[in-house]
């Protein structure tokens, strides 16, 4: 199947139906977590770090990859300033994605699919997409979480100044 000059066999769709999924679970209001959020970045961290130095020749061109890894701290800091924050009586973060920031993330997953053909058209080594969007979604994803984290700080120490105002939500 082709859609919008992307071709899409079953696997892709049944990705896309799981990443839709995924995403959707976004706009449900959910704890931050600290150290499951800090295990997760190292864990993908370590991963990228890990497939960029072994499936990548030497050749290979590191300043798109690493505008690609700009990219995604600004996208990420774009998501995380999106993202609602609440704390929670017991002073846990509550966090609950926009439509904005879901729709940064659907953005940013449609590119790939996009890029993905287009780069393959142009004869590009499909290690070096994968490589790049890795790193892409990586630095996204710590940006993110760090600025979310940040804001949650913030919000908390106006909390505990100004004890009896109605701000506990950003």
Do not use: C
């Amino acid at each position: 199947m082709q859609i919008m000059g992307i071709n899409l066999d079953a696997t892709s769709i049944t990705v896309i139906i799981v990443i839709l999924i995924i995403l959707l679970s976004q706009f449900r209001q959910r704890k931050f977590k600290l150290w499951r959020t800090v295990i997760t970045m190292i864990f993908m961290l370590f991963v990228t770090i890990l497939f960029v130095n072994i499936e990548l020749p030497a050749t290979a061109n590191y300043a798109l990859l690493i505008i690609g890894g700009i990219i995604g701290l600004l996208i990420g800091l774009a998501i995380g300033h999106h993202i609602k924050i609440k704390i929670a009586d017991d002073g846990s973060l509550l966090t609950r994605g926009s439509v904005l920031s879901v729709g940064i993330l659907i953005f940013i997953i449609l590119a790939k699919f996009y890029g993905q053909n287009t780069f393959n058209q142009w004869g590009w080594n499909p290690n070096f997409l994968l490589s790049m969007f890795l790193i892409l979604s990586v630095t996204t994803m710590i940006s993110r979480n760090i600025y979310v984290y940040i804001r949650y700080q913030n919000l908390k120490v106006d909390v505990s100044q100004y004890p009896y105002s109605n701000r506990k939500t950003e």
